[in-house]
Structures are given as structure tokens and as C-alpha cells.
């Protein structure tokens, strides 16, 4: 299989012919006729978000993150196109997730692959057996800081200016001539420069990274939805009373099914604190059946809110929304401790229950609280 890696950042690009099977990459000077567009997307038209999951189902992780990104990115979730990279350790799964606006993928029309420069550097790395580093790649406009563990990407930056360089530091891309003694991350052209385009082109042998096209992904879903196919025919020809079997079981596995949702709730509130999802449920479904015109004892509410939240000076509330019954708060907090207490506060006047409580990356709660307004 033939590559043409492709350094969007530096826009330069490398011809590579790779053995999946031998793990060998071989490069080509001229160019071939038949070859996979690979392209590195830059790290300056990208965000990046890092998640660690009590859990290691792929499910389970798929709908952590879907559900995170929509509360982090305050931008339309059909405006966003997303890929991340899982690393699992004991009892836990680390997320690394890249995030790119639809728009400034739609210029790149030929691509059989969309991967981010990060895992390209990541992959040379990986290609040349470093696992714990830092990498300095310098670009025309931008410096892409990364900081590498157990071949994993813990930190990634984009940076206007020379960040510390330190003994663990590799540099790459267009590096600056007055740096004495630089450690250099290699490629076998010995050009700092072209480290990111043979990034992409090992990834015909190593597929580390992500695809925002998601056509590697779909052909796998392709595959499985026909073996699962082949499967089912098989089994009916086989045994015709299956079908009675399977009748029966699909009540069973929308038991099943609630089940996980339960599980997957307090399973992603991995600091260990766990309100009753079954009083959030209840909350959730009351704000729902209500309608949404303001009341006239608005004014009222909000001066019984404002002087009850005096006394917590951790909760902090950044939406409230009021409507002929009832209020909705959204805010943080330190623990669910003081969720609960400023929710029993409020419930002296208006009865109120807690719909959410979700933790953060900065170890607070987010929450919502909805109370009856009489």
C-alpha cells in the first residue's frame, strides 16, 4: 500500500510504500500513480479536550464523550466534527478528543483520511520507541507543544512563543537555527521538517490517531451489520424456535437497556459522589410538562433565591429561568454536599429537587435545580 502524507501546517507532503504486516515503511522519491491521500489537519484550527471514563466499553465511552462535547463547545453540534483516541489503564479510560469545525474540513475534497499533526508526531514517536517525551514542533505561525506518557498524548497546546525546553524535549518542524544542542525527533529523510507528513504516512501501519472523515469506521460498522446478518439467517435456519426465544427476551433487554443508563449515570460521575438519579428523573420530567411564559412573581422569586444563596459562597449560578410554576437554576458547586443543602434551603419556600449533577474536569459539580413556584 502506497501513502502520500500530508502536512497541511507546512504544506509539504511525503510518498511512502508500507507492509501493515512487517511494520516496515519505505520511501518513495518519485511519485506512484496509485496512492491514499493522508492528511495531518493543524493543530491551530483545532480544540482539544482531555476525559478520563471509570468505565472501558466502547458504548459506554462513545456516548461520554458525545454528551461532554455538547456541554463544553457552546457551538451547534451539527457545525462540529469530533475523533479521539482511548487509552486504557486500571480501572479507568483516558480520553484524548480532538474537535474541528465541519467548515475547514469541507476545502479538503480528495482525503481518504483526516488525521490531526498531534498523532502524527505522536506515531513518529511511537515509530522510533520513545514513550515519554515532550515535542516542541515548530510551524509558520504557531509553536504545537505536546507532552507524551506511556505513548499516550497528556497535553497538547498551541503557543505564540518559545515555551521551556528542557532535557525530556524533542524538537521538530522549522527549528530555529540560535537553539544550541537541540534534541532532534528523527525521520528517515533527517528532515525535522518533513516529521509530520511521514507522521501520516505511518499511519498505514500504526492507526493511532483519529478520522474525521469516519470512512475506516463505517466500513467496520459495514462489516459487522453483515456478519451480524449472516448470523441471524444462519441461527433461523438452524433452529426456527429462536424466534419465540427472541420475542420473549425483548422485554428483557429493555430491562436491560434502563439498566445501563442507570449504570452509565453514576458511572460518569467518577468523582464518587452520586446524587439519586431517580429524584433528577422526576425533576427532569416535571420542567418538561411545564410551559415557558414568564410570571408575574418573578421579581419575587429571584429576591428569595438571591438571599438564600448568601449563605453558600461556593454555589455559583450562571442561569436561571422562571416560568408561570415553576424555576430552573443551573450552576456549580464544590460537592454535591452543598447541592443538596442549598436545594433543602430553597425547598422552605418553594419545593424544589436537583434534576442533575454532572462533575467537571476542574473537580466542581455542575448542577440543575427546579422548584414549584406557589
Known amino acids: 500500500m502506497v501513502i502520500k502524507g500530508i502536512d ?4 509539504v507532503w511525503l510518498f511512502g510504500e508500507v507492509n501493515p504486516l512487517k511494520k516496515e515503511v519505505k520511501l518513495l522519491k518519485k511519485e506512484p500513480k496509485n496512492y491514499k491521500r493522508i492528511y495531518a489537519f493543524p493543530a ?25 462535547i455538547q456541554l463544553d463547545i457552546p457551538i451547534e453540534p451539527d457545525q462540529l466534527e469530533y475523533g479521539y483516541y482511548v487509552h ?3 480501572g479507568k479510560s483516558e480520553v484524548f ?22 498523532f502524527s508526531l505522536l506515531r513518529v514517536a511511537r515509530y522510533y520507541g520513545i514513550k515519554n517525551c515532550k515535542i516542541v514542533h515548530f510551524l509558520n505561525d504557531y509553536i504545537l507543544y505536546l507532552q507524551i506518557e506511556d505513548e499516550f498524548i497528556q497535553q497538547a497546546r498551541v503557543l505564540s512563543s518559545m515555551p521551556e525546553i528542557d532535557d525530556e524535549t524533542y524538537l521538530s518542524g522549522k527549528i530555529p537555527q540560535d537553539i544550541k544542542n537541540p534534541k532532534i525527533l528523527k525521520n528517515p529523510e533527517e528532515n525535522p521538517v518533513l516529521n509530520i507528513a511521514f507522521g501520516a504516512v505511518l499511519r498505514g501501519i500504526d492507526d493511532t490517531g483519529v478520522d ?20 441471524f439467517i444462519a441461527v433461523v435456519l438452524i433452529n426456527i424456535a429462536l424466534f419465540v426465544k427472541l420475542f420473549l427476551l425483548e422485554k428483557e433487554l429493555k430491562a436491560v437497556k434502563e439498566k445501563e443508563k442507570e449504570v452509565f449515570i453514576k458511572g460518569f460521575n467518577y468523582t464518587g459522589e452520586i446524587f439519586d438519579p431517580l429524584e433528577q428523573a422526576k425533576g427532569k420530567l416535571k420542567a418538561i410538562k411545564e410551559g415557558s411564559s414568564i410570571s408575574t412573581d418573578a421579581v419575587d422569586v429571584l429576591s428569595f433565591i438571591a438571599k438564600e444563596k448568601k449563605s453558600f459562597p461556593d454555589i455559583k449560578i450562571y442561569r436561571i429561568n422562571i416560568t408561570e ?3 430552573i437554576l443551573q450552576g456549580t458547586a464544590q460537592d ?27 473537580g466542581k459539580i455542575r448542577f440543575s435545580i427546579s422548584g414549584e413556584v406557589k
Open 88 to 90: 486504557h489503564t486500571k
Open 8 to 11: 497541511l501546517g507546512l504544506q
Open 336 to 362: 454535591i454536599k452543598s447541592v443538596e443543602n442549598f436545594k433543602n434551603k430553597l425547598s422552605q419556600k418553594y419545593p424544589a429537587s436537583i434534576d442533575e449533577t454532572v462533575s467537571i474536569p476542574d
Open 44 to 68: 491551530s484550527k483545532s480544540t482539544f479536550r482531555k476525559y478520563i471514563f471509570p468505565f472501558k466499553d466502547k458504548n459506554k465511552i462513545e456516548k461520554a464523550v458525545r454528551t461532554q
Open 212 to 231: 474525521f472523515l469516519h470512512k475506516t469506521e463505517g466500513k467496520t460498522a459495514e462489516r459487522l451489520i453483515k456478519g451480524a446478518i449472516y448470523l
Open 325 to 327: 410554576s415553576r424555576f
Open 97 to 118: 478528543c480532538v474537535i474541528v469545525r465541519k467548515e475547514d474540513l469541507s476545502s479538503i475534497k480528495d482525503a481518504d483520511i483526516i488525521d490531526s499533526e498531534i
